[in-house]
């Protein structure tokens, strides 16, 4: 194997793990922005977006293993 591919393969994974971690920032920071900060009393609000996360966390573990399985 060529130099020129091993760094190719380096710089592709490196770049992959940046942007997916980017997405997830981002995504992150729309979902939060606009929310003011919990009131008393509010924590079955608070019990959802704990929920949502967990929901959204589950997806991506199951999106993971999904392409681990497809490769």
Not at 7 to 36: A, P
Request: a positive charge; hydrophobic letters at 35%; proline letters at 3%.
């Amino acid at each position: 194997m060529t130099l020129n591919r091993l760094i190719n393969m380096v710089v592709n994974v490196v770049m992959r793990r940046l942007i997916n971690t980017g997405i997830n920032k981002g995504i992150g920071w729309f979902s939060k922005r606009g929310q003011k900060p919990s009131a008393p009393g509010t924590s079955t609000e608070a019990k959802h977006r704990h929920e949502a996360r967990e929901t959204a966390k589950r997806a991506r573990q199951a999106a993971k293993i999904t392409r681990r399985l497809g490769r």
